[in-house]
């Protein structure tokens, strides 16, 4: 019997871009020191991707092994990025293991898959796309039904179209009202004042955020 739970958790496997040590560069963390487990694979092709390294590279890791290289570094913050993580249905296993063992564990999710099936103590980023990302057909709305006060909900912002676009999903949605709201401008496309003043012209009740890695390292560095 034992042979046989060993083998079964020999199994428990996910496909691995990247696993790094570095400073949080987005959403309300942004500055925190975190481990980045990045998975490969995504389902979607948003015009903007800064990873689409992650959509194949990768390598088959056992989960023990995941977890015992996250705490090596001896940081309580923990994010799952990709690609898209919840392609891999074994990550809501890695995430409950991870909460498990005392990380404060985020998600980055594009939103479009359920997000309900995740473990309750995860913090989950999930974007909503935006219509110059060519993606935001595939916003999985019913997702908004689920989120929590420690959710966040991101807008990546390329042009004044998404601007309004976002603003008329925030109030037809109340979002407001359910969690913190980030808007993030399309790196290299659209200038930080210019997405700063629209958000004060329109008063709008959002969070703005730069990639600060970005800005601390070459912007296409990974591993950062």
Known sequence: MKNKELLSKDKLTLKVNEIFYSIQGESTHLGRPCVFVRLTYCNLRCLYCDTDYAFFEGEERNMHDIIKEVGSYQCPLVEITGGEPLI???VLLLMQQLCDAGHEVLLETGGHMDISVIDPR???????????????????WSNINHLKKTDEIKFVVGTKKDM?????IIEKYNLSHKCTIIFSPVFGKLEYRELAEWILQEHLAVRMQIQLHKLIWNPVARGR
């Not at 995860?122 to 595939?138: G, N, Q, T, W």
């Not at 309004?164 to 008329?168: L, R």
Request: charged share 35%; with cysteine.
């Open 164 to 168: 309004q676009w976002a603003k008329n």
């Open 88 to 90: 891999q249905k074994n």
């Open 122 to 140: 995860v913090k989950r980023i999930m974007d909503i796309k935006c219509p110059s990302s060519l993606e935001s057909k595939k916003n999985l």
